[in-house]
């Protein structure tokens, strides 16, 4: 299990605030931190991780205090047991696939298990390619296996696939998922794609303003009870897309495409060249289908 209960100030577009994150993880589980650019959602993971410092709190790993202001104890990074996925891959440029992964080893086993790695996100026939002659989704393996290097209790992952097209965008997710499934390693994403976050999360933690204000399964966070009704949209349906568990749904709006995720229930009302309104709340996207008119 792991506690976070922390103070941190940030410098925000609007001004300075006053940050207060409590939340607890199951181990095992992948939970995505899901709100607007600014909220902290990026600071809270930094905290974790160690590479920033909170002005107050506790956070715990498994009954190990990782920090706590009052008793004055802060592990330093390398002392705690987190693997990092930046969105910027931050790999060694003058280093091989293979070479990346066994500087982030520390013990032989884990020497032993970079091939196993290099396998499992399948670049066995690029480990000794340097990372210049690689792909914006091959850097993205080879980053995402270095962190699973020394097998840590946490994995952070930082939208890593923002930068990545669509269609390798959705590869890596599925790849993602098979590789949490293997290995159960307790992950936290931070991501504002929907359908990323209802494909891979357990749970989904709502931040704003320095708060989770939310915490949920995604498909209850995304369902219609959540309707505020203060935005509707119509659009032209272009393309329904089955991306288990939800449907992609993209959308002709005005001149402007959207893309939003739909539950089996909602996409099977909908056909292409229909008709749905999409209703907003705040940054949750509610798809309705409606009659076309005969």
Not at 19 to 25: G, Q, R, V, W
Not at 105 to 133: C, F, H, M, Y
Not at 161 to 188: C, F, W, Y
Request: aromatic share 6%; charged share 20%; net charge neutral.
């Amino acid at each position: 299990m792991i506690s976070v209960n922390i103070k941190k100030h940030l410098t925000t577009a609007e001004g300075p605030l006053e940050a207060h994150f409590e939340l607890s993880i199951h181990n095992g589980e992948f939970l995505t931190l899901f709100g607007p650019s600014g909220a902290g959602k990026t600071t809270l993971m930094r905290c974790i991780a160690g590479l920033e410092t909170p002005q107050s709190g506790v956070i715990t790993v498994d009954g190990v205090v990782w920090f706590d202001s009052k008793k004055k104890i802060n592990l330093p990074p390398q002392k705690r047991s987190v693997g990092f996925v930046f969105q910027d891959y931050a790999l060694f440029p003058t280093m091989s696939v293979r070479q990346n992964l066994l500087f982030a080893a520390e013990t032989a086993e884990q020497k032993k298990g970079v091939n196993e790695l290099i396998d499992l996100v399948e670049l066995g026939n690029l480990a000794d390619r340097l990372p210049s002659t690689l792909s914006g989704g091959q850097k993205q393996r080879v980053a995402l296996a270095r962190a699973l290097v020394r097998h840590p209790k946490i994995l952070l992952l930082d939208e890593p696939l923002s930068a990545l097209d669509p269609s390798m965008r959705s590869k890596l997710q599925n790849e993602l998922s098979l590789i949490h499934e293997r290995l159960g390693v307790t992950t936290l994403l931070v991501s504002h794609d929907i359908a990323e976050t209802v494909k891979l999360s357990d749970r989904l933690a709502s931040v704003a303003a320095g708060q989770i204000v939310r915490i949920d399964e995604p498909m209850a966070f995304f369902s219609p009870n959540s309707l505020s009704g203060k935005l509707q949209l119509v659009g032209e349906v272009l393309k329904i897309e089955e991306d288990f568990p939800a449907f992609v749904i993209t959308l002709l709006v005005g001149s402007s495409i959207v893309r939003t995720v739909a539950g089996s229930a909602e996409a099977s009302a909908l056909r292409i060249g229909g008709h749905a309104i999409i209703s907003t709340k705040a940054f949750n996207p509610i798809l309705i289908p409606i009659k076309d008119p005969k």
